[in-house]
């Protein structure tokens, strides 16, 4: 074990525990649903009706929440204060069905908005984990033993944060006589030193990693029903300690399959997260029917956007039209707080207590007069910097586009709207990180981490005692929209941090805004259907992928794609036992939603014959 592992031995890092804290439903007369159905024959379909079908092997597919009892949720609760498992017991064989769940929780889903594609991953069996477990024992800085015995080993590449709204920031912030050359300067150190416009849309790569690593841990008990744990290993590929670590990072890759031309790409090893039997002691036990719905559950969870009464369309049904007057007891945001500290604390090796100096976080309540009129600056700062951004794009790029560019750049108005109950930004000083003895890096994938998990409470919460009449209590929106809108003005046009005013002196970095929503309908069909229907603005993102997409198995020494074989490729969608797939209000189903089950003589297969 490293000299850091032995010193977080001794830190208080252990998590506290978390209390369910239920959310009362609104009066009955107040209380919507989505209902949504079919478009009638020669009737435009919209967001607020079901999609005409569905072709996607995503395991996600659309689908509704599943509700928890109060008993059930507390049973839970553990799962949102894990700590790290101390060994690995006697393998066992793993089968088809578990590693696609375990697959379908994690590297397939584990970002619930904007999927894009810059995370992909190859698995390799018990004989090329002792291989990487050797390999891991050997590097520097490495938070977690490296445990010998695992099942499987992820090995978890990453690539720069690439879309068409970066390729927008190439053009902005230039001086109006120096834009050409300013613009191929960008575009040279973008797609061959691989760097970026605004440093925010570098940190994305880091706060989804952050948000996978979290979510593996979990997805390895789900998957497996408490049988067996997962060892994420993070801190050695972050910063320095990357560079350190070289030769064994260049070996690992290799068992990935990583490739001359991958690199060339910006391709990289960036987490290894190791998965083994549980020791007795240390499994988590919970009735079978709970671990299917709480997967069920984990496939449903998504950004809510709407706030009835709020920020609706004018074109939206009745149900969104009507404010519900909702909100949730005051303990519920302590508690959401307290998971965001256990997780920051888990993947930072910090102290706790000074984690929570470290981890800088904004509570914004819309409830209260300050809440209010902070929001009104931040949506004036947000709304000023589109309009310099819009000004100023190079008319010889625009032009020639019909001005798509300040087209595009005016629409993205609405995805930094700071609509909820109670507006959260967080982020870190790199200054106080830096005296701190942490690495930036590790830091930004602990935020994403923090966030994620305090926004799993959220959710989890919002199913608790969930009415028959209700889709849920409360759902969270994560965003990295504002932060990045904020960094244009900050690197640009000389605005201060979103966080300053909050944090003065303290040189705020601000890196995710949340906003909780308390409420019984969720939002459009539209939002997740934008990720599994390239007609529906799929191209704005990467679509939500299939095992064969993304994943890779090493066997034999060969690297074969997931769920690929035969002539048939993967439709099956996760946890589709427990029946949350999205249908209309008399059971029409969205054709095609309900995916194609993988045979079932293929799913008891062992991924790794003995």
């Not at 996760?574 to 249908?583: I, S, Y």
Request: with cysteine; net charge positive.
């Amino acid at each position: 074990m490293s000299a850091e592992a032995e010193t977080l031995d001794s830190a208080n890092t252990r998590p506290k525990f978390l209390e369910v804290v239920p959310i009362p439903p609104p009066a009955p007369e107040l209380r919507a649903q989505r209902l949504a159905v079919p478009a009638a024959p020669g009737e435009h379909a919209n967001r607020y009706t079901l999609p005409r079908g569905l072709d996607s092997a995503s395991p996600v597919g659309f689908r509704t929440r599943v509700a928890l009892t109060s008993a059930e949720a507390r049973q839970l609760m553990p799962l949102l204060s894990l700590e790290r498992p101390t060994a690995f017991g006697p393998a066992t064989p793993v089968t088809e069905a578990e590693l696609f769940e375990e697959a379908s929780l994690g590297v397939l889903s584990s970002r619930q908005s904007t999927n894009f594609r810059g995370q992909r991953a190859t698995v390799l069996g018990p004989a090329d984990s002792r291989e990487a477990a050797a390999l891991l024992a050997g590097l520097k800085d490495l938070a977690a033993p490296a445990l010998p015995g695992a099942t499987h080993t992820w090995l978890i590449l990453a690539r720069p944060y690439r879309t068409a709204f970066t390729m927008l920031l190439t053009l902005i912030g230039h001086r109006r006589h120096r834009s050409v050359p300013g613009v191929a300067a960008r575009l040279f150190r973008k797609r061959v030193l691989h760097g970026d416009d605004i440093p925010t849309i570098g940190y994305l790569k880091d706060l989804h990693l952050g948000i996978l690593a979290d979510g593996m841990e979990r997805a390895a008990l789900v998957a497996s029903a408490g049988r067996r744990r997962a060892q994420v290993h993070m801190a050695p590929f972050c910063g320095p300690a990357r560079v350190a670590n070289r030769a064994a990072i260049r070996a690992l890759e290799a068992l990935a399959g990583l490739t001359a031309r991958d690199r060339a790409k910006g391709w990289h090893l960036a987490q290894v997260v190791q998965v083994g039997a549980a020791l007795p002691d240390e499994r988590v036990t919970l009735p079978a029917p709970l671990w299917r719905k709480l997967g069920a559950n984990l496939m449903a969870f998504r950004s809510e956007r709407i706030l009835p009464g709020v920020n609706q369309e004018p074109k939206a049904p009745a149900a969104y039209q009507t404010d519900q007057q909702m909100d949730v007891p005051d303990e519920l945001p302590v508690m959401a707080g307290r998971a965001a500290f256990n997780a920051f604390s888990h993947w930072t090796g910090c102290d706790r207590e000074h984690g929570k100096d470290l981890l800088l976080l904004e509570r914004i309540d819309v409830n209260t007069p300050t809440g209010t009129e902070r929001i009104g600056q931040l949506s004036d700062m947000l709304s000023s910097v589109t309009d310099r951004v819009i000004a100023n794009i190079p008319a010889w790029a625009d032009l020639p586009t019909g001005r798509a560019f300040s087209r595009n750049a005016g629409r993205g108005r609405k995805a930094f709207a700071l609509v909820g109950q109670r507006v959260y930004a967080s982020g870190l000083s790199q200054p106080e990180l830096a005296a701190a003895g942490l690495d930036w890096e590790r830091g930004v994938r602990a935020v994403g981490a923090a966030a994620s998990r305090s926004a799993l409470y959220v959710e989890l919460m919002g199913v608790t005692d969930l009415p028959a009449d209700c889709d849920l209590l409360a759902g969270i929106c994560l965003m990295a929209g504002p932060v990045n809108q904020n960094d244009i003005g900050k690197t640009f046009y000389g605005y201060d941090d979103l966080l300053e005013p909050a944090f003065p002196g303290r040189q705020p970095t601000s890196l995710l805004v949340w906003t909780l929503k308390a409420k019984t309908v969720t939002d459009p069909i539209g939002n997740e259907e934008q990720l599994l229907n390239a007609a529906q603005k799929g191209a704005l993102v990467d679509l939500r992928v299939g095992p064969h997409d993304v994943m890779t198995i090493r066997r034999d020494g060969k690297l074969r794609p997931f769920r690929q074989r035969n002539g048939h490729t993967s439709t099956e969608r996760a946890f589709a036992d427990v029946g949350n797939l999205v249908t209309a209000p008399d059971g029409q189903e969205i054709p095609g939603n309900a995916g194609e089950p993988w045979p079932a003589i293929w799913r008891r297969e062992q991924v790794w014959p003995s």
